[in-house]
């Protein structure tokens, strides 16, 4: 997009031939120096081969070989099958180099805003000083003298930690860096007299590093809160049978524990005894408390509405679901989106271009002013500060918003992706099915015996339709009758006596094996099935009772959201489940969906998410469930979404929607289509106002001080520009 590619990291390239020596380039190489005395060693050891020598900082191999017994290209798939035997250390290697920030972008990180806070207010004392005093009224008459006014000495004493860095990166780098120049410009002007222009420099520059790092610390801040794990101590239930308080790290898998109103739970455990209301908005997403009783599971980070609870933990610390989902989310915030990389490798190549212009304007105009200003003015800056600022802006808008992006690169990929896969049960449906149809067709027609009876045969089912009979049944305030022991036929149905008398529940196909007519149903079975609704037989001895419709209702604003996904660019949206091909035809139809596969294994959903990538289209993947997980994990963005969302598929996603409102997904994709736009624009100004502001400089237009202000005020500006996105509401831009 803004940028030639990389090659692909072990693909290998005849960089130059001669007859039997030839020069061969691999990316990889540069992250392979530990193995490049192995790779030569290899390479030495065919025997066409007469010697090899790796360089790892040009990232290529020479090879002088035998020609009569081998070509180049037989080398050449030497080379690259050696070099592939290191894939994993090589793409290792490079998302750690990738991922590391850059040497300003780290200081940024490591100074804690109060103490940035303080060297810009220490500033702005210093310079509104020096400008009630009139400025530099012309430097002082010797070298050693321009170095101790006191902006020069306040300067040097503010800039320390831009020299560290500057020179930390020539020592370990062998290279300069945006603060290498900043610190050049510095000592230049304060070497020419103008020490309120180095001072003006760091001024601006903190106000422009104080913002960034104002935007950072609040994301981590908003994921931290998102994602509390719990009480930084608990009560806990002794031998005795007494409660102490003890520190959350002391406590061991089947320990006690007690939960008081108000307090969050933070184990993952069964409840013991005990009965209260429980949030579990930041695990599934449920906006109602749920009520948990004896035998009930919870999750660390929910909270006690009212009640109390006794809880016996099954995991504590790192072992609890949200707590690795806290260590993805710590590791996966690093992922530099590859505009931001761009950024990097973008700034830091145009940082000698500065050196060189400097030497290039004096040669020429023998003037220390216009030199000094080829100094002032870079790219760097602007460039690299408002896209961190943007990036780490929008993952905060999204955390607010109960999103939690595990990834700057998320963003970028989100902005790009043409093609949404979504799962049916739980995702498009709300996975809780329901009774919705209750047709008696034999005896006196009485809805209550035919739900009773139904019930009786399921009590012990865990089946989703048997537990949608059974709260029917509780819900009407129905007993449930007493019955034998229950029969299950496996794929089937289930068998009970109540009375005496033979109550047979399951599928058409269970019930015409015993040798049931059902034809009398076929026209409302018919109907129902149209509707969408899972049919139900209950038959009483050797007769149809009646049939029960059931039905996971379609999530509510679902419709709408993927109405909007069109208009976000996604051109193809499929439907993929497990359900059948009725059913899923059914759904893909009412939600205009592009397309939809039926009856679809977790490994299936996953090698569909494969086959499209392969096709060079970006996939994003929504799901909730366990057997969504490699689908989430392949996909290019994974989704979890949904009141059934899973631990598992949390960690599988990139992308994890805390709420149920499926309207989130279109805001999050418009949240990243608005961040990438907001980069494109600071690209622009940047590159626009520094690149007028080094022309006017070379000339001698733009004095040292105002290049000092234009360079400095744009970074400003850019970052400013990408902080608006702090402030940008999903909730209005669904």
Not at 290 to 297: I, N, P, Q, S, V
Not at 507 to 516: D, N
Not at 655 to 680: E, Q
Request: glycine fraction near 6%.
């Amino acid at each position: 997009m803004f940028g030639p590619k990389n090659p692909p990291l072990l693909t290998c390239e005849l960089a130059h031939t001669l007859p039997g020596r030839v020069r061969i380039a691999c990316r990889a190489l540069k992250f392979l120096g530990e193995q490049s005395h192995e790779i030569r060693e290899r390479i030495e050891n065919s025997d066409y081969v007469d010697s090899a020598t790796v360089s790892v900082i040009t990232a290529n191999v020479l090879i002088y070989y035998d020609s009569d017994r081998a070509t180049e290209g037989d080398i050449l798939d030497l080379t690259e099958s050696i070099i592939a035997s290191y894939s994993l250390v090589a793409h290792k290697a490079e998302r750690q180099e990738s991922n590391r920030p850059a040497v300003r972008e780290r200081r940024i990180q490591e100074q804690p805003i109060s103490e940035l806070a303080g060297r810009v207010a220490a500033t702005s004392v210093t310079l509104l000083w020096a400008w009630l005093k009139g400025g530099s009224m012309g430097p002082p008459a010797t070298l050693v003298r321009r170095f101790l006014t006191i902006p020069a000495i306040s300067s040097l004493s503010l800039a320390i930690p831009i020299f560290r860095s500057g020179f930390d990166s020539l020592r370990v780098n062998r290279r300069p860096n945006a603060d290498t120049l900043t610190a050049t410009a510095i000592l230049a002007s304060l070497a020419a007299g103008r020490d309120v222009s180095a001072l003006t420099i760091i001024w601006l520059a903190d106000i422009a590093e104080l913002l960034t790092a104002y935007t950072m610390d609040r994301t981590r801040r908003a994921i931290r809160d998102m994602l509390s794990v719990g009480e930084e101590s608990v009560w806990r239930i002794n031998e005795k049978g007494n409660e102490e308080q003890v520190p959350l790290e002391e406590v061991k898998t089947e320990d006690r524990i007690m939960v008081h109103t108000g307090e969050k739970i933070s184990v993952d455990g069964v409840v013991e005894s005990g009965e209260a209301a429980v949030d579990q908005a930041s695990i599934t997403g449920e906006f109602m408390p749920m009520l948990k009783t004896t035998g009930a599971e919870v999750f660390a980070g929910t909270v006690v509405k009212s009640g109390r609870l006794i809880i016996r933990a099954h995991k504590v610390g790192d072992e609890t679901a949200v707590a690795r989902i806290v260590h993805v989310v710590e590791e996966a915030t690093q992922h530099k989106a590859q505009i931001q990389a761009y950024a990097d490798r973008f700034s830091a190549q145009f940082i000698p271009l500065n050196f060189a212009l400097a030497v290039l304007v004096y040669g020429v105009t023998r003037s220390l002013t216009r030199a000094l200003n080829m100094l002032i003015i870079d790219y760097s800056c602007g460039i690299r500060l408002s896209t961190v600022t943007a990036l780490s802006a929008a993952i905060f808008t999204a955390a607010r918003h109960r999103v939690l992006v595990k990834g700057s690169n998320y963003i970028e990929l989100l902005s790009q992706a043409d093609t949404l896969i979504l799962d049916k049960t739980g995702t498009l449906t709300q996975g809780r099915p329901q009774v919705t149809s209750i047709i008696p067709l034999g005896g006196d027609g009485n809805t209550q015996e035919l739900l009773q009876y139904a019930a009786a045969a399921e009590e012990t089912s865990t089946h989703p339709m048997a537990v949608a009979i059974l709260e029917k049944v509780r819900r009407s305030g129905w007993q449930i009758p007493a019955h034998s022991d229950t029969e299950v036929r496996v794929a089937r149905g289930v068998e009970t006596r109540v009375n005496g008398n033979l109550i047979s529940v399951g599928s058409r196909r269970f019930l015409q094996e015993k040798g049931i007519d059902l034809h009398g149903a076929d026209e409302i079975v018919g109907k129902l099935v149209r509707r969408g609704e899972n049919v139900v037989y209950v038959a009483v001895d050797d007769a149809l009772m009646g049939i029960l419709g059931i039905e996971d209702a379609l999530r509510e604003n679902m419709k709408k959201s993927l109405n909007r996904l069109r208009y976000t660019g996604m051109d193809d949206i499929i439907l993929l489940t497990g359900d059948v091909e009725q059913h899923a035809e059914i759904v893909a139809t009412r939600m205009s969906m592009d397309r939809y596969r039926a009856e679809v294994l977790p490994e299936d959903k996953a090698e569909t998410v494969l086959q499209l990538q392969s096709k060079g289209v970006r996939v994003v993947m929504v799901g909730d469930g366990i057997n969504d997980a490699p689908a989430l994990a392949y996909a290019d963005v994974g989704i979890a979404m949904g009141g059934t969302r899973t631990d598992i598929a949390m960690e599988a996603a990139d992308v994890t929607i805390a709420g149920d409102d499926p309207l989130m997904i279109p805001a999050t994709i418009r949240l990243a289509h608005k961040t990438m736009g907001v980069i494109r624009e600071n690209f622009a100004v940047s590159i626009g106002v520094n690149s007028v502001g080094l022309v006017l400089a070379s000339m001698g237009v733009l004095p040292v001080f105002w290049s000092a202000v234009l360079h400095n005020a744009c970074t400003v500006a850019v970052v400013l520009n990408s902080s608006r996105l702090l402030f940008h509401d999903m909730e209005k831009n669904r």
